[in-house]
């Protein structure tokens, strides 16, 4: 079973390419590091300095461990003098406490330098994800821009902690020792590096395994995370329509995958870890084999043996480490891609340069010659006209597709038209301040998302200063006043506990009183009370004269119902306005789309 | 009243996804099965890591012997074996490692496989009581993060664990015979790193518990500020978003600080241990040297020995931190196996199911408030082959009472049959096979329209495909890019609302069922869409049982019998017209609003 299950989608390459891409050289990733840590220039310079202070201190105790055998020892064979030997030991004990103190204030700088890093990237991706428009987020799915602030930035975090000290301190040692170690004997340290081409290559054919390794285990865990989310959320209907035994075929399947994936990258490490202790178990055998005679010639001391025998230990110990945090290093590599990705994209409905200020906004709406088209070629709107005048009810009907929805996104700025201009009071929105243009515009859609935090929070979240007689006064209008205050803890009833027992209906409402509250001088309407009830719906109803009245409203619905409080009626077909009137002239006008509609409606009331 | 296995449970004990279950040894040793068919793996992986440590300890002594020996004799012939020794002893250490990881590698990621698989098999046959109060991301984070936890517990902190302490012990016996004061000083410098480790542990553990508790809240920020866009941009709030996200980010960032201070300061202490240690060491060798107590040879192997410590003392507390996340992770693991389906299927099958229904004083409440009955004492009988709408206000239980039927939720009282045996008696496949519910907010998967289609039946033949697209009026799958193999789902194309609820009906017409539930399953339809639907509907309900939520006249119209269920019970059933004649309550909930003032209505259409 090779996924046939899947089915075919377009965007598979695509997606995938962006989910589980490895490191790409040279791409946006190294330009949004550079980015990030430009303002932590004088930190890292600190940084830099303390890990050299770090190193050099840490490298230089074999160094005097070998000076102690050496210089040390024969004063007290050969007449009990203890100074020399005291004066080392403190040495090694001042490098002790000083690569202590340097090792500290590296592991708290770098902490800080990463966390404030992450705090920069945290902030501006979300800002940035709020600037974008509706018409991107669309595209990109609520999934993709959780994990962006979420596993992307862990993984840029972890590199930030732990690859940079190990690729640091690894690359520090590497040269340090290298250089001590010739010092020490330029013959036998020449001998000891001969393993360097050796490390490289094993090194060389780990990296490029690896990448090729991860990059598949990424495409493997996704497919398990997938059917396993998909699952469990839909539990439902699995459940319904017996589907557990396929499900777990499925799943068996993809769980394997991920094991075999898993598997290899697990043999690549269990052959670049002993790998590597191989080549530094033969060089020891050798250093020890070579420097035996050369010590037995008196060409080398003892005390030099043993100091390369401590240096070759800390040689290979930070190259076994290099395993570890190669794949920190893909994985934030790849994630700092997807980040500089997003950030590049810019708002589709851009701030203006020179705003105009609008003074009271009255609400009259004008489409001067919109087009708009999603895909090039595909216009939903070819060219609409119309003008809707400050204070009037206009109700919204067609078929799917007939463009209502594109309207009033055009209406609220969730887009911008790709020709002609929507303008509110006259002003092309296109030069209104966002925040100015969202308190005169609002729209309530199906979508009754409430956020975390009580109904009250809620319903005062387009106006956060309103009183509670002001939230009270908007929901008695609405009717919601009684269900609210029938819950366990009224208005302050939390929405993601206790309120999870919201019906869609009530959740509607509290919508509703949250859009009425933000008292807005056009409001939009999309679909909003089909998931009512009857009841509910005529609740609505009867509070939308009131609440109307004096506002500009925009109405869709495909239930006739909602249009009968309309002062003029639109129907639009292929993205036309074919009909226009009051709701009375339109039926009266004989067959016609809307009086079709009509009789369509009254037929199922019957 | 029904089989013992079946009977109704009280209260199934649904753990509180909130809570954090105990954990302790016990969790892990409970998991010990998985790791059985793994015992000549381990016994494999165990003697490798021992001989690692045999030779670690060996090599510095191969070291010592040369020194002393050949170099301090000055006797050549000696040079060339103990090299060789050391290198050969070298290469063993290498393959040892190899064959150490290479075995590990296939038994640990068998062990978390096998884990996942039960998991797996185990959420799906909990019922709807446990998957409405447990999140698929909480369950995701068993499924993914708690396995791993204890993948790198059972594969490699176990192993260290024994291989640590044993190289340890015997490192410091071997020290202590060299020349014991000097075993004395390491031994004493082990004391201090242990008991840092374990403190270090402890207060590590409480800090990573805040951040992560912290991450999650600002995940949750995300997480609204991504679903929620369209309102947060509808009123502009954009700002107060980012403000608060950023407080939040702010808070995670200071916990995080003190994490990082924490920490620098333990692994500062585990290096600053051991070197203290080479000072002394060095220190109190010299003199031992210079006056003859000790070989120089002695004396390099001493401090080449103790320093191979360092790791293996230092990385205990990395350990035990790994074996407290696998045992909490176990305790969160079993939390889940421990769950017991609170539905079983019983053992009767019905061998020509004519599609009898009937609801006998049936009660309901959900498990978390059994104070509050959603459903209390409703009878309906459905004769095979009819229609019943169920119409009701909002909130009033309609959808509990069509779950019931296919036992998604268990009734509290009462009971369901289908042709006059309890539901709870009958085997579940079959039951379901039975019913087939087609839901008002459809879940689509991201997969083939056609498996999405054929979930209920996956042997469905292509024309059996084409007749329930056709019935739903879904003929739209086959101008998809790839017709029926287009992938659907949030992975996948997306479709409307209205087409993802005629591909729900699809996919109960397939299924053939006995009893067919339409939980309001037209809502998102266009009027002429829907019209066309309710006539190919008609055809299909002819000679099945069928049960239908309905909002609108327009729907009930498909029922030959409509019940009107108010305040949890079911108070009428008569036909649409009966009902909307005689009883105001069902007028109010179904009839559009008729007012005085509005002249699209012509007179007398109401009734």
């Known amino acids: 079973m090779s996924g046939g299950w899947r089915g075919v989608a377009e965007v598979d390459a695509a997606e995938e390419a962006d989910e589980a891409r490895p490191a790409r050289p040279g791409g946006g990733s190294g330009q949004l590091l550079r980015q990030l840590l430009v303002p932590h220039k004088r930190a890292l310079q600190v940084l830099v300095l303390v890990v050299l202070v770090e190193n050099a201190a840490r490298l230089s105790i074999p160094y005097l461990v070998k000076e102690g055998i050496d210089t040390g020892i024969p004063p007290i064979q050969q007449r009990d003098d203890l100074r020399p030997l005291v004066l080392i030991v403190c040495l090694v004990l001042g490098a002790t406490l000083l690569q202590a103190v340097a090792r500290n204030r590296f592991l708290v700088r770098q902490g800080a330098i990463g966390q404030d890093v992450l705090l920069t990237v945290r902030s501006r991706v979300f800002r940035h994800f709020q600037a974008l428009s509706p018409a991107f987020h669309d595209d990109y799915t609520t999934g993709r821009v959780i994990s962006r602030q979420t596993s992307d930035v862990d993984a840029i975090y972890e590199m930030l902690e732990t690859g940079f000290d190990g690729l640091v301190t690894a690359a520090l040692t590497l040269v340090g020792t290298a250089g001590i170690l010739l010092f020490l004997d330029l013959e036998l340290g020449l001998v000891a590096l001969l393993c360097g081409p050796f490390l490289a290559w094993l090194t060389n054919w780990f990296r490029k395994a690896s990448a090729q390794s991860y990059r598949v285990t990424r495409e493997k865990v996704a497919l398990v995370i997938v059917h396993f989310v998909e699952s469990m959320g839909g539990i439902r209907a699995v459940q319904a329509f017996r589907r557990e035994a396929r499900n777990q075929e499925i799943f068996d399947d993809v769980n394997d995958q991920y094991r075999a994936a898993n598997l290899v990258a697990f043999r690549l490490v269990a052959w670049f870890m002993p790998g590597i202790r191989l080549i530094g178990n033969v060089t020891i055998a050798v250093v020890l084999l070579y420097g035996g005679y050369r010590a037995y010639n008196g060409d080398v001391t003892v005390g030099v043996l043993a100091a390369f025998l401590l240096y070759l230990r800390q040689f290979f110990e930070p190259m076994m480490e290099i395993s570890q945090f190669y794949n920190t290093f893909q994985s934030a590599s790849a994630a700092l891609d997807k980040l500089a990705g997003v950030l590049e994209v810019e708002p589709g409905v851009p701030e203006p340069r020179h705003p105009v200020e609008l003074q009271r906004v009255q609400g009259e709406l004008r489409f001067d010659h919109v087009r708009f088209a999603y895909e090039e070629g595909r216009p939903v709107l070819p060219d609409l006209g119309l003008t809707v005048p400050a204070g009037q009810t206009i109700a919204l009907v067609g078929t799917t597709g007939a463009g209502k929805t594109t309207l009033a996104k055009l209406a609220t700025r969730f887009y911008d038209p790709s020709g002609g201009r929507v303008l509110l009071d006259g002003v092309d929105m296109r030069d209104i301040r966002s925040d100015a243009l969202r308190s005169a515009v609002v729209m309530v859609t199906q979508e009754n998302y409430l956020f975390s935090g009580t109904i009250a929070d809620n319903i005062r979240f387009g106006r956060p200063d309103a009183t509670m007689a002001d939230v009270v006064r908007a929901t008695t209008a609405l009717g919601a006043h009684d269900f609210i205050t029938a819950m366990p803890s009224g208005y302050e009833t939390d929405v993601a506990n206790q309120g999870g027992r919201l019906s869609a209906g009530q959740r509607q409402l509290v919508a509703f009183a949250r859009a009425f509250l933000a008292d807005p001088a056009v409001l939009i309407l999309d679909e909003a009370t089909s998931s009512l009830d009857i009841p509910s719906e005529r609740l609505v109803q009867r509070a939308l004269r009131t609440v109307l009245a004096g506002r500009t409203a925009l109405i869709i619905a495909h239930r006739l119902s909602t249009v009968e409080i309309a002062d003029r009626v639109l129907v639009m077909e292929h993205g036309r306005i074919v009909e226009d009137g009051t709701p009375a002239e339109l039926v009266a006008a004989g067959p016609g789309h809307f009086s079709d509609l009509h009789r369509a409606w009254l037929e199922s009331l019957a | ?607």
């Open chain 2, 1 to 607: 009243m029904s089989s013992s296995s079946a009977s109704t449970p009280a209260t199934p004990d649904v753990p509180d996804p909130d809570s954090q279950p105990p954990a302790g040894v016990h969790s892990l040793w409970r998991l010990r099965g998985y790791l059985r068919p793994h015992v000549p793996a381990l016994a494999l992986m165990l003697t490798a890591a021992l001989g690692g440590v045999a030779l670690a300890i060996g090599i510095p002594l191969v070291t010592k012997a040369l020194i002393d020996g050949p170099i301090a004799r000055h006797e050549s012939d000696g040079i060339l074996p103990l090299g060789l020794l050391a290198l050969a002893l070298g290469v063993l250490e290498a393959v040892l490692i190899w064959l150490r990881r290479w075995v590990q590698s296939n038994a640990v990621l068998g062990v978390e496989t096998a884990m996942r698989h039960d998991l797996y098999e185990r959420l799906q046959q909990l019922p709807m009581s446990f998957h409405s109060r447990w999140q698929s991301g909480q369950l995701l984070s068993r499924a993914t993060t708690d396995l791993s936890a204890i993948r790198r517990f059972s594969g490699f902190g176990m192993l260290f664990l024994v291989i640590n302490i044993v190289q340890v012990t015997a490192t410091t016996i071997v020290l202590l015979r060299m020349f014991w004061p000097l075993g004395l000083v390491v031994a004493a410098a082990a004391v201090p790193i242990v008991w840092l480790s374990m403190r270090f542990e402890k207060q590590y553990v409480v800090v990573s518990r805040r951040v992560q508790d912290e991450q999650g809240d600002l995940a949750t920020l995300s997480e609204e500020g991504a679903v929620g866009i369209r309102v947060i941009k509808s009123f502009g709030r954009g700002a107060h978003m980012s403000e608060q996200y950023e407080r939040a980010a702010r808070t995670v960032h200071g916990t995080s600080m003190a994490k990082v201070r924490l920490s620098a300061r333990f692994w500062t202490f585990l290096e600053v241990i051991p070197n203290l240690a080479v000072v002394v060491v060095l220190l109190l060798g010299a003199i031992g040297v210079g006056r003859g107590y000790l070989t120089p040879g002695e004396l390099v192997a001493f401090i080449t020995l103790m320093l191979s410590l360092v790791w293996p003392v230092a990385s205990l507390g990395v350990i035990l931190a790994m074996a407290q996340e696998a045992m909490t992770a176990a305790a969160r693991i079993l939390e889940i196996f421990d769950t017991v389906p609170a539905i079983r299927g019983g053992e009767r099958f019905i061998e020509h199911p004519r599609g009898h229904v009937r609801f006998e004083h049936v009660d309901f409440a959900f498990p978390d408030a059994p104070d509050e009955p959603v459903l209390r004492d409703v009878n309906l009988d459905l004769t095979p082959g009819e229609t019943v709408a169920v119409v009701g206000a909002t909130g009033s239980g309609k959808t509990i009472l069509t779950a019931l039927v296919p036992r998604l939720w268990d009734v509290t009282g009462g009971r369901v049959t289908i042709d006059g045996v309890d539901v709870r008696d009958l085997d579940l496949p079959h039951l379901r096979s039975l019913v087939a519910t087609a839901f008002e907010d459809p879940t689509l998967f991201s997969m083939s329209a056609r498996e999405n289609l054929t979930l209920g039946r996956v042997d469905a033949t292509e024309e059996e495909i084409a007749a329930a697209l056709e019935v739903s009026q879904a003929q739209f799958v086959h101008d998809l890019p790839w017709g029926l193999d287009t992938r659907i789902g949030e992975q996948g194309l997306s479709l409307s609302g209205g087409q993802r609820q005629r591909l729900a009906l699809a996919r109960a017409v397939i299924a053939r069922p006995q009893v067919l539930v339409l939980d309001d399953t037209l809502s998102a339809l266009d009027v002429h869409t829907e019209k066309l639907v309710e006539e190919a509907l008609r055809r299909v309900l002819a000679d099945t049982t069928g049960l239908v939520v309905a909002h609108r006249a327009s729907t009930v119209l498909l029922a030959d019998r409509v019940a009107l269920l108010q305040g949890g019970t079911i108070t009428h059933v008569g036909s649409h017209r009966e009902l909307l004649t005689t009883v105001p309550a069902y007028k109010e909930l179904l009839a559009a609003e008729v007012e005085d003032d509005l002249d699209l209505v012509p007179a007398g259409v109401e009734a």
